[in-house]
């Protein structure tokens, strides 16, 4: 996982995991080196990269991303050729 990603999970700032595919049960994991982070899902959506939720939820996706535009070029970083995405609302 990248550093600057999970450190934002694990200060809070980070609320919606992105993925291409769907995900099993209600809890998602996510490790950084030695380090792993433990998070309820409370929420799933499916969404496209052309619809309007990323517009919505970018600051929840990418806390980092300077805008939404910065977002969207951010996941196509990670998941190249990819359009439909699973959003899952952890806390």
Known sequence: MYKDIFECIKDGSKTIEVRNR???????????????????????????????????NWKKIVPTAENGEAARRRLLEIFPNETKFYAYFIE
């Open 22 to 56: 769907l995900l099993k049960g209600d809890e998602a994991v996510f490790l950084c080196g030695k380090q792993v982070i433990r998070k309820h899902i409370t929420e799933t959506k499916q969404f496209d990269l052309d619809d309007n939720f990323l517009s919505q």
